[in-house]
């Protein structure tokens, strides 16, 4: 969390360091004139002043925070802006909301910059470990990954690159040159092209490049055996997945939903779906901030819709 207190001013580090549990901390929510929302996995609170008062945001806090986050030259991180966060030391991510200026429909900028979601990342290596010897029995198959928001997807993907990367003779799966395509800097969590997080000895990351654009990117110079991409949904994404299977390399990917039938009814994942191209489907589910998994595979799920 050091990263993080770093980003505030020196009174709020301060209100910080008494909450006892703050290694629970999701999401830390800042809203100009409002009290500070502390989200964990079990309940959102407001962040208290030693009044036992709710602490409201200044003016004065968004400034100091504008210039912590972008190191105090804005210019520098337009192109992350236009994405609508920014991605800091440490793999967290800091959703901003503004004043957007755009041109023609397209977005050129951010102002007036005055709310802030701080998503703490954490790495829970093992996440996807356990479930490897169910999904890869018969050697590594092309996968989809379904959740909604903070069900774990970005989390599952990261250790399952980890895993086929370093190898699990335990279950006889053999290390694999793995490429993360990585256009929200979640996966890897690059902090000027450095990984905050372990994804592997034997994988490459193209941070903050459109998935369809960087798998194609990877196929030509990185000859990998497996990529891996975050939220995937639309047509130039299942275009690029379609051209890297004829090209012999295995896809893991996910897309937001809270079920298989969900996915079947966007056009461009159900074309995905139909063609068979997935050889298993991992549907994520939290239960009391825990991460389920529940693995079936495409043939067993096609059997089923056609009864």
């Known amino acids: 969390m050091d990263d993080i207190f770093a ?45 036992n008062d709710p602490y409201v945001i200044t003016e004065e806090d968004i400034e100091y925070i504008l210039n912590q986050l972008s190191e105090f030259s804005m210019y ?35 102002k007036h910059i005055r709310y802030f979601n701080i998503r703490v990342a954490k790495d829970h290596k093992g996440a996807a470990k356990q479930y490897l010897d169910k999904l890869y029995a018969n050697g590594y198959d092309d996968t989809l990954i379904i959740g909604a928001p ?77 990529i891996i991409v975050d939220e995937i949904g639309r047509p130039e994404d299942a275009e690029a997945i379609m051209e890297a299977i004829h090209a012999g390399v295995t896809i893991v990917c996910s897309a937001h939903g809270t079920s298989l039938n969900e996915i079947k009814r966007r056009p461009i994942l159900q074309e995905l779906l139909t063609n068979g191209i997935f050889s298993n489907i991992v549907t994520l589910t939290r239960r009391q901030g825990a991460m389920n998994a529940n693995i079936d595979s495409f043939v067993k799920w096609q059997k089923a819709a056609e009864k």
């Open 150 to 226: 903070q069900s774990g997807k970005t989390t599952f993907l990261r250790d399952l690159a980890r895993c086929a990367s370093k190898g699990m003779p335990e279950i006889n799966l053999p290390s694999k040159k793995v490429a993360i395509v990585d256009e929200r800097s979640e996966l890897a969590a690059c902090y000027k092209g450095i990984p905050s997080f372990d994804v592997g000895p034997r994988t490459d990351v193209l941070d903050g490049c459109p998935k369809a654009v960087g798998m194609m990117m990877m196929i030509r110079s990185m000859s990998p055996e497996m």
């Open 7 to 51: 980003l505030l001013p020196e009174n709020l580090q301060q209100l910080f360091d008494k909450i006892s549990n703050w290694f629970s901390i999701e999401e830390i929510r800042i809203r100009i004139f409002s009290p500070v929302e502390i989200i964990t996995s079990e309940k959102a609170f407001y962040l208290c002043n030693n009044d």
């Open 76 to 110: 520098a991180f337009q192109e992350e802006l236009k994405q609508g966060f920014i991605t800091t030391r440490g793999g967290h991510r800091v959703g901003v909301g503004g004043q957007v200026i755009h041109e023609k429909g397209i977005i050129q900028s951010l």
